[in-house]
C-alpha cells in the first residue's frame, strides 16, 4: 500500500497536477486500501473538513489579505523608504535596506512570496542602477524574504502550530531572534560585496530628510504593534491580531493614504480569496493525508528504517532539518509541514525536545528549501515578477543558502538564539 500512494503521487506530480490532486489522490488509496473499498469515504471527507477547523486557520487569510492591501497601497513603499533613509548611504547599504526591508514588511505579512513581490518591485530596479549584479540582487530578494517566515506573523509557524498543537504566541517570538540574526549576516555579506565590486554608496539622508521618512513610516510601524504588542500584552490572541491588522490596513489604505477604492479593495478580497482556497484545500487534504499514514503506521516503518530511534536529540534534530529542506526543495511548504510533521511528532515527544524550538528549525528550514532550486516556489514568484530566466535567478543563490543554513546549525547547538525570548514572555 505504502509503495502505490506514493508512487501514484509521484507519478501525478510528474504529470504535472498541482500538488491538492496527489494529496487527495494518496489518501483516497489510502482509504480504500485500508478500509476494503469505497464505504468509509465519509472518514476521509470529515477529516478533511477536521483539518480546516481550527479556529487558529483563520489568521491565514486575514494576514494575506492585510499584505496585500498594503502591497497596492503606501504601507510598504513608506516602510521601505524609512529604512533606505537611515542605512542607505553605507556602503552596501541599497543592499542592506533591502534585507531591512523584507524584515519589516515579513514583520507585517508572514509571506515569503508577498514580500518578494512587495519589496522586490521597488528596490531592483534601485540596486541595478546603482550597479549590483542582477543576479545577487534576485538572490538577495529571493532570500532575505525567508526573514518573513521567521518574523511574527508567520503563516508558516500558524500551520504547524495547528498540525502540531503548540502554541503559536510561543512560536511567534521564538522567530524573532533567528529572523533578526540572518538579517545581520546578510547586511554583512552586502557590505562585503559591495566594496569587494566597487559599488557606489548612496547620498546620505539628511536628518531632515530622516525625520520626514520617520513621520511617514509612523502608521505602517503600527502594524508590529499590533501582532507584537497586541498579542504579548494580552489584547489579542494570534487570530484577533490578524483581524485587527486587516481592520488597520483598510483604515490607512482607505481613510489615511486613500490609495485603495472599493473597485481595488474587491480585486484584492478576491486574489485573497483564491489563495486561501488553495491553502486550505491543501490544508484539509493534508489533514486527510496524515490520517492514513498513521492508521497504517507508514511514520514507524520510515523512522525505524533510518534508525531514529538510536539517535540523540542533535541527530534527531539533523534528521528534521534534512528532511524537511530536501522536501521544500521540490513541494509547497505547507504540504510539507502537513506531511512530515505527524511522522516526526511522536520521536519529539519521546526524547523531550521542546517543541517550540523544533518548530522555529522546521520553519526556518522550510523557508530556505522554498528559496532553494531546484523548485522552491520563492524562485518561480522571483521569476514570474521580475520576467528573469531561471538560471539567472538562482545564480547568486549558493552564498545565501549557506549563510541560512548556518543559522540553521546555530539553532540546533545553541537553541537559546530562539528560546531566550520565549522564556522571557513565558515565563513560568
Not at 511522522?343 to 528549525?361: E, K, R
Amino acid at each position: 500500500m505504502t509503495l502505490a500512494i506514493f508512487g501514484t503521487m509521484t507519478v501525478l506530480l510528474l504529470l504535472g497536477f498541482p500538488m491538492m490532486i496527489p494529496l487527495i489522490a494518496g489518501s483516497l488509496i489510502g482509504f480504500v486500501a485500508l478500509f476494503g473499498g469505497f464505504g468509509q469515504l465519509d472518514t476521509m471527507v470529515q477529516q478533511i473538513l477536521a483539518g480546516i477547523r481550527p479556529a487558529s486557520l483563520i489568521a491565514v487569510p486575514m494576514f494575506i489579505f492585510a499584505a496585500d492591501i498594503m502591497t497596492r497601497g503606501q504601507s510598504a513603499t513608506r516602510l521601505i523608504d524609512l529604512v533606505m533613509a537611515f542605512v542607505g548611504h553605507f556602503k552596501g547599504g541599497l543592499a542592506i535596506a533591502t534585507a531591512g526591508a523584507c524584515t519589516m514588511f515579513g514583520a507585517v505579512s508572514g509571506s515569503t512570496q508577498a514580500t518578494v513581490v512587495a519589496v522586490g518591485g521597488p528596490l531592483r530596479p534601485r540596486m541595478l542602477k546603482s550597479g549590483y549584479n542582477d543576479s545577487f540582487v534576485l538572490a538577495l530578494i529571493v532570500n532575505a524574504s525567508d526573514i518573513a517566515f521567521l518574523i511574527p506573523p508567520s503563516i508558516g509557524m500558524i500551520i504547524y502550530g495547528v498540525v502540531s498543537g503548540t502554541s503559536i504566541s510561543e512560536l511567534f517570538i521564538a522567530g524573532i531572534g533567528p529572523g533578526l540574526l540572518i538579517l545581520l549576516l546578510f547586511s554583512i555579506y552586502s557590505h562585503v560585496y559591495a566594496r569587494r565590486n566597487g559599488v557606489p554608496v548612496e547620498p546620505k539622508s539628511t536628518w531632515a530628510e530622516r525625520g520626514t521618512a520617520l513621520r511617514r513610516a509612523l502608521w505602517p510601524l503600527g502594524f508590529p504593534v499590533i501582532i507584537i504588542g497586541g498579542i504579548y500584552g494580552g489584547f489579542f490572541s494570534p487570530t484577533e491580531a490578524a483581524a485587527a491588522c486587516v481592520l488597520y490596513a483598510l483604515f490607512l489604505e482607505m481613510a489615511v493614504f486613500r490609495e485603495m477604492s472599493l473597485k481595488q479593495l474587491y480585486a484584492t478580497a478576491k486574489s485573497t480569496g483564491l489563495i486561501t482556497a488553495v491553502v486550505f484545500i491543501l490544508v484539509g487534504a493534508g489533514a486527510a493525508f496524515s490520517y492514513v499514514i498513521s492508521f497504517a503506521q507508514i511514520p514507524q516503518q520510515v523512522l525505524a528504517g533510518i534508525g531514529i530511534d538510536q539517535m540523540g536529540q542533535y541527530g534527531v534534530l539533523f534528521t528534521i532539518s534534512i528532511a524537511f529542506f530536501v522536501g521544500c526543495m521540490f513541494v509547497d511548504p505547507i504540504v510539507v509541514i502537513l506531511i512530515l510533521v505527524p511522522i516526526f511528532a511522536p520521536v519529539v515527544a519521546d526524547i523531550g525536545l521542546d517543541p517550540v524550538l523544533v518548530g522555529t528549525i522546521i520553519t526556518l528550514q522550510v523557508a530556505i528549501g522554498s528559496a532553494t532550486p531546484p523548485f522552491g516556489c520563492d524562485i518561480f514568484t522571483a521569476i514570474a515578477v521580475f520576467k528573469r530566466p531561471y538560471s539567472e535567478v538562482v545564480r547568486g543563490t549558493p552564498p545565501f543558502i549557506l549563510m541560512l543554513l548556518s543559522v540553521a546549525v546555530a539553532l540546533i547547538f545553541f537553541p537559546q538564539i530562539a528560546l531566550f525570548l520565549r522564556d522571557m514572555a513565558f515565563a513560568k
